[in-house]
Nanobody
Framework: QVQLVESGGGLVQAGGSLRLSCAAS????????MGWFRQAPGKQREFVAGISWSGGSTEYQDSVKGRFTIARDNAKNTVYLQMNSMKAEETVVYSC????????????????????WGQGAKVTVAS
């Protein structure tokens, strides 16, 4: 059974930094692209960042480019999201997910392209 478990959420001041981790188990982590999404109450889940199975390619939502960094450690079956210069409006739940396809050549941005999801990590940015 595939499990994705996020950690690292919490409270941060506006302008501050936080790092989320997502530990995966249950299938060959290094064969799948990974993504981070976020969802505010009453809003649709949105793509934040994605990383290829090898770690060689990354993509970001325009609003987080230059502030967020996605990375992975295939030896530890873990994907990370480093978030810097955080904004109050980024007070949402962040979730990691893994692609439904093995070694997809491009990084998917739609949540329907991901198969397994973590339970979510709540991030609160205090202004």
């Amino acid at each position: 059974q595939v499990q994705l478990v996020e950690s690292g959420g919490g409270l941060v001041q506006a302008g501050g930094s936080l790092r989320l981790s997502c530990a995966a188990s249950g299938r060959a982590f290094s064969d799948y692209n990974m993504g981070w999404f976020r969802q505010a109450p009453g809003k649709q889940r949105e793509f934040v960042a994605g990383i290829s199975w090898s770690g060689g390619s990354t993509e970001y939502q325009d609003s987080v480019k230059g502030r967020f960094t996605i990375a992975r450690d295939n030896a530890k079956n873990t994907v990370y999201l480093q978030m810097n210069s955080m904004k109050a409006e980024e007070t949402v739940v962040y979730s990691c997910a893994d692609d439904m396809w093995t070694r997809r050549s491009s990084i998917a941005r739609r949540e329907g392209q991901y198969k397994y999801w973590g339970q979510g990590a709540k991030v609160t940015v205090a202004s």
